[in-house]
């Protein structure tokens, strides 16, 4: 499988109006008022986008999802995103430093996780710009950076793959999801 192979599903096989649609309830939320409530934001994107892909979640150490491209090998893929991502005057092109790797409970450096590939492909999604872009593993891993709690990451044009998704025109659920924790947890506390 090649990478072509990978951004061609992305770009066509991905239904994005829906993904951004979960994306742009999720953001406008009101009921979700701290970062205590980054968690299930950022589990509902990945869900959103294993439901409207053939990507499969899996959320295990090191990788987020798997794809099969149809050779019956399964590529590992990263999942790295955030709001404004991509600088909005200073280099278009380029990223803010974001955060890739975590040191909490690890004991692995900066150059440890640069040896240590985990995934096939990065896929970085700036949530307020709609940009998906696609980092090969051995590219990615060369551009670890020390941060304060774990490897960032700052890309620039060449090192990344921008995906052309095409106009978005978001669909959002008609429920709010914080709406439906509450009543969750008000029915299980029922008892």
Not at 40 to 50: D, I, N, P, S, Y
Not at 69 to 78: I, M, R, W, Y
Not at 108 to 130: C, P
Request: hydrophobic share 40%; glycine share 6%; charged share 30%.
């Amino acid at each position: 499988m090649t990478i072509l192979h990978f951004i061609d599903h992305l770009e066509t096989g991905v239904n994005w109006d829906k993904v951004f649609g979960v994306v742009d309830s999720l953001y406008s939320d009101e009921g979700f008022s701290s970062n205590a409530d980054n968690f299930a934001r950022a589990t509902c994107v990945e869900k959103a986008l294993a439901k409207f892909s053939d990507l499969v979640r899996v959320d295990q150490n090191g990788y987020d999802f798997v794809w099969d491209d149809g050779t019956g090998k399964l590529t590992k893929v990263e999942l790295k995103m955030g709001l404004n991502l991509f600088y909005k005057r200073k280099d278009v092109n380029a990223t803010k430093k974001f955060k890739v790797k975590s040191f909490l409970s690890e004991t692995k450096t900066v150059e440890d996780f640069k040896q240590l590939s985990t995934y096939d492909y990065l896929l970085v999604i700036d949530l307020s710009a709609r940009r998906v872009c696609v980092v090969e593993d051995e590219v990615a891993r060369s551009l670890y950076q020390e941060g304060a709690d774990g490897a960032m990451i700052e890309l620039k044009l060449g090192d990344y793959y921008q995906c052309d998704i095409g106009e978005v025109n978001a669909i959002a659920p008609s429920l709010t999801l914080s709406d439906l924790i509450k009543q969750a947890i008000d029915n299980y506390l029922d008892f």
